[in-house]
């Protein structure tokens, strides 16, 4: 079934009619003329037209904050719309109705021959609701977030956390309690999740294809986004949040239909004639409470998980990153349906009242701390969790390693995203036959990073002051304790753009070698032996990721079968949270569960167990009566079917017909 983008639902009963002129004057803009943004008008017209108690998109007034989206554009992307905006300005109203028709059919269409088509669809529709969702006018804007139940609740910031970032209190359409509020986003997602769960997952998977697209279509917009609010490099923006997310959605694509297919399994011959199959089911309502440190990857992935498996999903975003009004326009241009997907802003307080709702599944990433905190809330009412939390990841480099290569993996495992990746190397490891020249170069190579979050640019500043403040505390603490800075000496520990620190001289007494720093620190290590590689990296409370550093590849395995932990890469950091087949999760206090591949898809299921058999006569053998007789035979049948060799399995044989026999004539005698 298709949705029609524009369609909206009305507005609260209420509501007064809303007026707005259709015909305001239009804006200058460094970037359109004044063709290119009648045209946009129009185009938006189209596909948001409004309803009675709604604007439309002209009378709206969005076409003015479209020079807040150009400058994340590229300049090719940019004068390729103006081209196909002075094409469209020639077109009659209806080739112009039947040219976005026609493109928008071809968006769920694969033949390379539509590409231009579908390029088309993804493009102007994209930059649409973008515009129409995103940057709505205050006279105009909550009416239409609350009309389409997008933003269900009050969002609110922490002051002093993060000054890029600027949240919006939207508010609550119904004027209800705060109890009332979280009862209404529950009941719309139960509702929801009845329409979804109807749907064959083939129809799931059409909305999946269609968001795929537009993200590729939007990457330049999100990264922009992303950067600004996060502060990361945009490199690290393009691959953690496009790249990985975009491979996310082709691994479900390829393999959501046949993992969610009933499952046929065998069944023990003492059950013969039985059929045994799993069942993929969905869950309910799943609750998704995301990270800061990859806003658009950790809500579009999950929630595709979610929406895949048949569930309703309610996402609350990181208050620090909330990237508002984003995720709800590429899953609306996608054809998601409201309620299928609500976006609540808010901090840990409205998290915790979300729980209170009863979700039928909670998927946290984030701290150790706060996810005990979901857990013994989550166990009062028997609330399946799982939980993607903190690592205190440890790279392990033999004698033998390739030091160039593994220079460059410690470098980029220890500072990528600044160092804010759960699974960044925290714990540097390198055999004493090498560590000087390793660390030489590790130094050197340290101190060409350049900080900025401009293209030429490889890393990003810190989130906010607060985490800026914790690796601030982790470095002095250890430095008051004998360890020193190899690099990054000239940070003053109040600039969030914190340069690369290696750290040597720490010891596993310290605190920055037990707390995760989450920041571009790396201690480094030298050992003698493998098996004091394997002693100090298992001195850990966390156990999600590790690397291993080796051209004995005997050796290598060896090791990381050794590792108590969730995840290990060999001669690579960081890749096994990016191969989608793989289960990405954590031990001791890294979490609980497993993430991604099929276990991570089934556990977004219910996977119900079922056995099958034709309606027959027959009583079984283990059913009342009992009788000593019973007792023997189905003693000899027990003996004989594991006993193991041919004349057990004879035995077994004959004890079940014997035991068969005397269970019809029991039960028909009626002892």
Known sequence: MEIPLHRLNPAPAHRPPLTMAVDMPLPASRFLDAVELATLNRIGDHLCPGQPDLPSFSAAGVVSEFDRIAPGMHPRDLADLRLLLHFIARLPSPFLMGLL??????????????????QMEIGLSGLCYSLYYGFTQPASGPLIRDALHWDATISTELPGENEMTELIDLANPLKTTQDDWVSTIYQRAQTAQQRIGAMPVAERLNYLRRLKN???????????????ESGKSRFDALVGEIFAVCDGLDYLLKNAGKLLKDEKVPTSIAMMGKQSRICYEPLGTVLIIAPWNYPFNQAIDPIAISFVTGNATIFKPSELTPLTGLVESVLQQAGFEPGWVQVVYGDGQVGSQLIDGKPNKIFFTG???????IASKAAVSLIPVELELGGKDPMLVFEDADLERAVAGALWGGLTNTGQSCTAVERLYVHEAIYDTFKAKLVARARQIRIGIDLDDDMGPMISDRQTAIVRDLVEDAERHGARRLTGEQWNGIDRRI??????????AMRINQEEIFGPVIPIFRFRTEAEAIQLANDSSFGLSASVWSKDMTRAERVARALVTGNVSINNVMVTEGNHYLPFGGTRDSGIGRYKGRYGLHNFCNMKSMMMEKMSGKIEA????????????????????????????????????GIESLAAKLWKKGR
């Not at 028709?101 to 579908?118: D, F, I, N």
């Open 101 to 118: 028709k026609l493109s928008h059919a071809a968006s769920t269409c694969q033949w390379p021959v539509l590409a231009v088509l579908r």
């Open 214 to 228: 537009i993200l590729l279509a939007r990457r330049e917009e999100i990264v922009g986004q992303v950067v600004k």
């Open 367 to 373: 701290s150790v701390a706060t996810g005990r905190k």
């Open 499 to 508: 340069p690369p620190i290696i750290l040597e001289g720490s010891s596993h």
């Open 622 to 657: 283990n059913w009342y009566p009992y009788t000593a007789e019973k007792y023997r035979l189905f003693d000899q049948l027990t003996t004989g079917l594991y006993g193991g060799g041919l004349s057990h399995f004879v035995r077994f044989a004959k004890a079940g017909l």
